[in-house]
């Protein structure tokens, strides 16, 4: 477990910060922004838990806790045989997530348009969420480009903005409230 005693340490004042394996980089570093946008998309699901309960709250609990692994996986570069194994994302957490999914969406009607972010405080919340979520995969893929990066974690990052589409949707009534884009409505 992590045990935090002092919170600034100054080490950082100089635009560097330590990646999981010790390396120092800038904190604009490729691998740094990756796990930033991870770490913003947990904090938006904070923002979501702040209007759900139950089942929704237990399934978003799980996933901050699953975002900090993905952040842990993600500051600790990929060697060969390291001295300690690092935490990374598993197959089995992905699998969850697609459990979840089909359950959820087995009870949505199919899409006839697009979504528009909004019905409910929370939905409109995992919307943001999901673009956040989006981003972050992004981030992580710019960053596939240039070393390794766990596949299973792209995989779980991706899989996670498809549920917090499903479930914004099922937090709007199972999607009777979902607000529909209306191409060319304005002209």
């Known amino acids: 477990m992590v045990k ?5 340490t100054r080490g950082g004042d100089k635009g560097k910060t330590s990646l999981g394996d010790g390396a120092r980089v800038s904190k604009t570093d490729a691998r740094v922004e990756a796990y930033g946008d991870v770490d913003e998309t947990n904090a938006v699901i904070g923002l ?5 309960s139950g089942e929704a709250d237990e399934m978003l609990a799980r996933i901050q806790n699953d975002l900090f692994d993905l952040g842990a996986d993600l500051c600790t570069p990929e060697q060969e045989n390291p001295k300690y194994p690092p935490l990374r994302i ?10 979840e999914i089909d359950r959820l969406n087995a009870e949505l009607s199919p899409l006839n348009s697009f979504i528009l972010p909004g019905g409910s405080i929370a939905s409109a ?4 969420a999901r673009t956040v979520c989006r981003r972050a995969e992004r981030r992580m893929i710019a960053l596939g480009d240039s070393e390794a990066v766990n596949p299973i974690a792209i995989a779980y990052i991706n899989r996670l903005s498809d549920f917090l589409f499903v479930l914004g949707r099922y937090l709007n009534n199972k999607g009777a409230e979902d607000v529909l884009w209306v191409p060319g409505a304005n002209r």
């Open 4 to 8: 935090l005693t002092k919170i600034y």
């Open 48 to 52: 979501v838990r702040l209007h759900v």
């Open 90 to 99: 598993a197959a089995e957490q992905v699998e969850r997530l697609e459990k």
């Open 125 to 128: 919340n995992l919307h943001l």
